[in-house]
């Protein structure tokens, strides 16, 4: 089963609005990672946020993180026809300190950008 | 181009043959992954080697599936006797082995048909 729980499945708005999804997931992580993908194709990273930091910004991207609640969520500010795709959390999951490599993906939110 | 790149990108088969699936790692990265991923959901994992080194498996990989990567350079998965439900696509991706981080990035992709 998948570790992380992603809301919304889908998420439809226009140029220039702000998109926000959120990831929830079970266990203790090293780290946490955005990925998107665009159709039929392979994942891009976007951002990593590690488990000892709450926040961290990347362009028009700002991830937040919070341990206690075990989620976090992605913001894209401005957004832009192009950031249409299905974006996916990842997690590291803990292995007494170390990272063991593997990530366990959510289900994806389904962002829409409409001109 | 000096990214992941897997091979081929679209395989048809039908049920019972053997596929072969090629994937080239990002030169300098000794880490090495499989994932699949079904319409709809997002990448499980499959299995990931350390330079030559397969170090771990999921139980999704049954006996059916095979994954080399001699020489710690690019890598193999071998599905035997094939089954309708092994139509998915096939994700690589590499990384550098990192004690605090693990970004990895991603291959396009070998899409799987099984008829």
């Known amino acids: 089963s998948q570790q992380g729980e992603e809301d919304p499945q889908a998420l439809s708005i226009q140029e220039g609005e702000n998109a926000t999804m959120n990831c929830s997931y079970k266990t203790s992580i090293n780290n946490l990672q955005w990925y998107r993908q665009n159709s039929g194709r392979g994942l891009v990273h976007l951002i990593l946020i590690r488990s000892n930091e709450r926040e961290k910004h990347s362009g028009r991207l700002r991830v937040t993180l919070d341990t206690s609640k075990k989620s976090s969520s992605l913001l894209i500010t401005a957004s832009r026809a192009a950031d249409t795709a299905s974006y996916f959390c990842a997690t590291d999951i803990n292995a007494g300190g170390t990272s063991y490599g593997k990530l366990t993906f959510g289900q994806g939110t389904i962002l829409t950008v409409h001109p | 181009d000096t990214g992941v790149s897997q091979d081929p990108r679209h395989k048809i088969t039908k049920r019972g043959q053997n596929v072969t699936f090629r994937c080239d790692p990002i030169?300098?990265?000794?880490?090495l992954y499989w994932y699949r991923q079904t319409l709809g959901q997002g990448p499980e994992f499959l299995t990931y080697f350390q330079n030559e080194a397969q170090l771990e498996k999921s139980r999704l990989l049954s006996d059916r599936f095979s994954a080399e990567r001699p020489k710690g350079s690019f890598s193999t998965l071998e599905i035997q006797r094939t089954e309708q439900g092994d139509s998915a696509m096939y994700l690589c991706?590499?990384?550098?082995?990192?004690?605090?981080?693990?970004?990895?990035?991603f291959g396009p992709g070998t899409r799987l048909t099984v008829l």
């Open positions: 991706a590499s990384s550098l082995r990192s004690f605090f981080a693990n970004e990895q990035f």
């Open positions: 030169s300098e990265h000794n880490r």
